[in-house]
């Protein structure tokens, strides 16, 4: 094998093998035969094989897939409940309150129930079969820029394979390969890491508000056939209130999937104030709380995982066309957070970016000034109408109390302009109150919950359950600017929240005699949710790909 880097040319190329690229690929196929142009086209996906780092509810609003495959039933399209019969509560620690009105927004009649881990692998096959090649195990590492001064974007690298811990080549080593275009179209998902390397170079976030975002646990469970919960009307179950309260935004949910399966997670804004909170541990109260714990009853944990979702909406969303670059999906902030919904927004990206590529090519011209036709194409879709509709109102949850249901009322009313137009909101690594006061014994005193190995799985397991695998012998992918800062600063003032936010125990503080202390980092348990990169109080850890194909292996959440 050649040890010197390879360059591979596309003329387009797709980096991230989610909804919202996996439909901009095979709209642009679509349109490349209508209009009888040959494009080669490439997509490559860190997990190494597609589907395996996708993990979401989830319900999908077919709108896009309608438009873009109409056959989408006869084609076989995984769906796992194709009825949402919906159930909203209230919870306190003891009782739940259904709410009889849900605004019109939150009501999923249309849609449909699917596993994303399915739906994307179901997307990857039609995309392949339409021409376009198809890289799992190939994460993109850096940006390719043009030799001119105009940082024009000219495609990806993607890493090494086959470097030890210490930079190393091994016996197996494979260089990485350039793999350039004249469009490169960037759909990483929540808090891109290649993005982020795009707005340090052309500033890209500059004009807009912070980027914030929600960390997710999700697990799928099988239940005895003779449950109840399988012969109810009921498919999808959404909750708000314990056991997070008010004061921190996200909620729960659960869906039934096909083979009595249950699909159920929690998600929770990355904005919360307390620094002893543990995600993890609230998910395990949420599936005792006696609505879902009678749901749930018998069941045992097939799979468990979790992922960020990128929730500021219309006022987060970047400059969406550079030079030779396009940005969709949630990378771009294209979820419509009132909906807890994004599959649908970032597929009709995808497809709007296709079609302006399409037009590039027409014009042989890949400048900003031709692709900027992509941003005037999502202001007149549907995305932007519901996503203008909802511009304020991840700003409102954030409130605090009741203040936020008024916040929220008054945007029901004035098409989501509400009292305040802007809202302003804070970047989530900001908002972690000190533990000022606190002795050890409080600060520490969290109360664990109990696992049994079935139903409530503990985090070690659930990593084993995600399917997660890394070479362990690379470089660690998650860079700790300062590991002072950790031992010092960081244990005074927050007791090390990585160690609880982290859902994968990645993080732990290891005490050495007498009175030291040193952090452990387990890298090769990351789930790729990046919480650890947002929620870092001191902006300390930076998230990278590791080797590709490393990271979980979802097959049906
Ligand atoms: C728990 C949870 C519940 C949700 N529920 C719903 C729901 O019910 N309905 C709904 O519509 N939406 C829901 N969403 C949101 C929805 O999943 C996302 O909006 C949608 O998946 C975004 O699609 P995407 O293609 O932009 O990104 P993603 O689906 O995140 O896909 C990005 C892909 O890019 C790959 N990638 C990233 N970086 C690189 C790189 N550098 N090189 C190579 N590959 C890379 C990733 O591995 C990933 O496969 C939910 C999300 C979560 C986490």
Redesign the pocket.
């Given at each position: 094998m050649s040890q010197a880097r390879e360059e591979l040319p596309f003329d387009v190329l797709f980096?991230?093998?989610?909804?919202?690229?996996l439909a901009g690929a095979i709209r642009l196929m679509q349109l490349c035969k209508e209009k009888g142009l040959e494009i080669e086209v490439g997509l490559?996906?860190?997990?190494d094989s597609i589907g395996n780092?996708?993990?979401?509810?989830?319900?999908?609003?077919p709108i896009a897939l309608k438009e873009l495959l109409p056959d989408y039933l006869d084609r076989g399209c995984p769906i796992e409940q194709s009825e949402c019969r919906d159930n909203f509560y209230f919870l306190t620690p003891h009782w739940e309150f259904p709410i009889p009105f849900t605004p019109k927004y939150m009501h999923n009649e249309e849609c449909s129930i699917i596993s994303?881990s399915k739906f994307t692998r179901w997307l990857g096959e039609i995309a392949e079969e339409m021409g376009v090649n198809v890289f799992p195990g190939?994460?993109?590492?850096e940006v390719l820029y043009g030799d001119d001064d105009s940082k024009r974007i000219v495609g990806v690298a993607t890493g090494d394979k086959g470097i030890d811990k210490n930079g190393e080549k091994k016996s197996v080593y494979e260089p990485g390969v350039d793999l350039t275009a004249n469009v490169t179209v960037f759909?990483?998902?929540?808090r891109?890491?290649?993005l982020g390397e795009v707005d340090k170079t052309m500033g890209i976030f500059s004009k807009t508000m912070p980027q914030i975002f929600e960390t997710?646990i999700?697990e799928v469970i099988e239940i005895p056939e003779s449950n109840p919960f399988l012969a109810s009307e009921t498919t999808v179950v959404h909750t708000f209130g314990y056991p997070k309260g008010l004061d921190t935004k996200g909620g729960g949910f659960l869906y039934k999937m096909s083979d009595n399966r249950i699909s159920v997670?929690l998600?929770l804004g990355l904005d919360y104030e307390d620094p002893l909170l543990e995600p993890y541990e609230i998910f395990m109260k949420y599936k005792r709380h006696p609505l879902i714990a009678k749901i749930i009853d018998g069941g045992k944990v097939l799979q468990q995982g979790a992922?960020?979702?990128s929730i500021g909406g219309y006022y987060t969303m970047p400059k969406l066309a550079v030079d030779g670059g396009l940005f969709?999906?949630?990378?771009a902030s294209m979820?419509n957070s009132q909906r807890?919904?994004?599959?649908?927004t970032?597929m009709k990206s995808g497809m709007c970016a296709a079609e302006t590529i399409i037009m590039a090519f027409e014009k042989n011209d890949f400048s900003r000034e031709t692709l900027a036709a992509y941003e005037a194409g999502i202001e007149k879709s549907w995305i932007n109408q519901e996503g203008y509709q909802a511009r304020n109102f991840t700003q409102a949850l954030s409130q605090k109390g009741v203040s936020k249901f008024i916040h929220v009322g008054a945007q029901y009313f004035t098409q989501g302009r509400g009292i305040k137009d802007p809202m302003v909101i804070k970047e989530d690594c900001a908002t972690l109150k000190k533990l000022k006061g606190k002795t050890d014994s409080e600060a520490l005193n969290i109360q664990k919950q109990e696992y049994d190995g079935e139903l409530f799985v503990d985090k070690l397991t659930g990593v084993f359950l995600s399917g997660t695998q890394h070479e362990e012998d690379q470089p660690c992918h998650l860079i700790v600017h300062d590991q002072e800062i950790c031992v010092n600063q960081c244990f005074k003032e927050y007791r090390n929240p990585c160690t609880r936010f982290c859902p994968a125990q990645v993080y732990e503080i290891v005490e050495e005699e007498p009175g030291g202390r040193h952090l452990l980092i387990n890298p090769a348990n990351c789930l790729?949710c990046k919480t650890c990169e947002i929620k870092d109080p001191y902006k300390n850890i930076t998230w990278t790909?590791p080797e590709g194909g490393g990271g979980p292996k979802y097959a049906i959440v």
């Open positions: 980096v991230g093998g989610g909804p919202a690229n490559i996906e860190k997990g780092h996708s993990l979401s509810g989830a319900i999908l609003d994303l190939f994460a993109g590492t759909g990483e998902g929540s891109g890491s290649l997710a999700k997670g998600v992922k960020t979702l969709v999906g949630d990378s979820l807890l919904k994004g599959i649908h970032a790729h790909c």
